[in-house]
């Protein structure tokens, strides 16, 4: 289902230290997925996408895992920095339509120094 | 690369008032645009899906009426929020582009910050 009136969840790291942010998706007939970065009072951003066949996909410093059982996405963040704080979404597109997104909760990742 | 812009960036009116939000894809022609709100500290919410030369198509609780969209043209979509009122109030995006499972990736707006006061 949409993400509805729900407020964001928060992680807090160290810089330097890994990240991990979770996303769960509702429709089991997502068959793709994007993680998306977005800073305050701008739109989101595009970090990975991965497919409904494949379960792992890695990018610079960024790893996002699928787990189609438990439609379970994550975002992995290598030695997380301060300009990696952002609210992160996870989207799923649903049937193939297009550039139609649902997307989820999100998290709010705060680096400290 | 390609680029959706929206205008204004913010934009304060009275209740009662209309207010128009343009998306323009400034590089690449777009039949389908998408409108999303986010209210703070929450989600993007899909609220329609803009069709060039025909009716917009409007997701389950949002009134048509209210949230006007017309897309007349490849690199143009509105959304006119009509008789705004005080909760209409959010950031509201725009993306544009192909199908991303064909390799034709989404962009995204930079958003506009609605207040009604």
């Known amino acids: 289902g949409e993400s509805v009136g729900l407020h964001l969840p928060t992680l807090s790291v160290q810089e330097g230290d890994n990240s991990i942010i979770n996303c769960a998706y509702s429709n089991s007939a997502s068959d793709y997925f994007i993680w998306y970065k977005q800073e305050s009072g701008k739109g989101p951003q595009f970090i990975i996408d991965?497919?409904?066949?494949?379960d792992k996909r890695q990018g610079q410093r960024v790893t996002v895992l699928l787990n189609k059982t438990v439609k379970h996405l994550s975002l992995q963040i290598a030695a997380t920095q301060p300009g990696d704080s952002a609210v992160y979404f996870c989207?799923?597109?649903?049937?193939?339509?297009?550039?139609?997104?649902?997307f989820g909760q999100g998290t709010e990742l705060s680096v400290k120094p | 690369g390609a680029v959706v812009s929206q205008h204004p960036s913010w934009v304060i009116c009275k209740s009662g008032t209309s207010v128009k939000i343009e998306c323009r894809s400034l590089d690449f022609q777009a039949t389908t645009m998408f409108w999303y709100r986010q209210f703070p500290k929450q989600s993007l919410m899909l609220m329609a899906t803009s069709n060039e030369g025909s009716k917009a198509t409007y997701e389950q609780g949002v009134e048509k009426d209210k949230f006007l969209i017309n897309h007349a043209s490849l690199t143009l979509s509105t959304l006119t929020v009509t008789s705004a009122h005080p909760e209409d109030s959010s950031f509201y995006i725009c993306?544009?582009?192909?199908?991303?499972?064909?390799?034709?990736?989404?962009?995204f707006g930079n958003g506009t910050r609605l207040t009604v006061t």
């Open positions: 991965i497919r409904s066949n494949m």
């Open positions: 993306s544009a582009g192909g199908n991303p499972l064909a390799g034709s990736p989404l962009h």
């Open positions: 989207a799923e597109n649903i049937n193939n339509q297009g550039g139609k997104l649902i």
